[in-house]
T-cell receptor, first 109, second 107 residues
């Protein structure tokens, strides 16, 4: 079992560019989450999904969109990147406790 | 508003001593509380879950207490080792985490 995987691991964008972060899990979990982690701020929930075809907003959803077309995948999109979106992004899935991916380090110049 | 406070950003202790980390929360009434460990450059890893009807839970050298009246959880690592050095996060709600306490255990 690979658990939770994230691609890419690193990315540098220019302001205004778009990109999609991919999260995949092989544990058949219904729940999936996207967080961002900034120094001193801890993990903050961006969006989450309680099952295939469903998504919901978290604490900091502005500037991001998500899709859950397949149960095992949860995509996070940035339509027009801003420097404030420079962060480390973590995906997680859960049945009870959460299993996290290795993270994507995104820099927006 | 809901708040999660972990006692300090950083805690330094000597090897062999007991580390005690604090998690206080306000405006939550969690049915359970979780603790996670995060190493630099990696995602958090689940350690323990304690339910509201459990006062204490143990796993090897780890012990967690949960006081729903004080709205506080304590996380203890006994006989600490340098390998225990990491950031520890509490989560009184599934999708809400504290900022974490960075523990350094010195040999």
């Amino acid at each position: 079992n690979a658990g939770v995987t994230q691609t890419p691991k690193f990315r540098v964008l220019k302001t205004g560019q778009s990109m999609t972060l991919l999260c995949a899990q092989d544990m058949n979990h219904e729940y999936m989450y996207w967080y961002r982690q900034d120094p001193g701020m801890g993990l903050r929930l961006i969006h989450y999904s309680v099952g295939e075809g469903t998504t919901a907003k978290g604490e900091v959803p502005d500037g991001y969109n998500v899709s859950r077309l397949k149960k095992q995948n949860f995509l996070l999109g940035l339509e027009s990147a801003a420097p404030s979106q420079t962060s480390v992004y973590f995906c997680a899935s859960s049945s009870s406790e959460q299993f996290f991916g290795p993270g994507t380090r995104l820099t927006v110049l | 508003s809901q708040k999660i406070e972990q006692n300090s950003e950083a805690l330094n202790i000597q090897e062999g001593k007991t580390a005690t980390l604090t998690c206080n929360y306000t405006n939550y009434s969690p049915a359970y509380l979780q603790w996670y460990r995060q190493d630099p450059g990696r995602g958090p890893v689940f350690l323990l879950l304690i339910r509201e009807n459990e006062k204490e839970k143990r796993k090897e050298r780890l012990k967690v207490t949960f006081d729903t009246t004080l709205k506080q959880s304590l996380f203890h690592i006994t006989a600490s080792q340098p390998a225990d050095s990491a950031t520890y996060l509490c989560a009184p709600q599934t999708m809400r985490f504290g900022a974490g306490t960075r523990l350094t255990v010195k040999p």
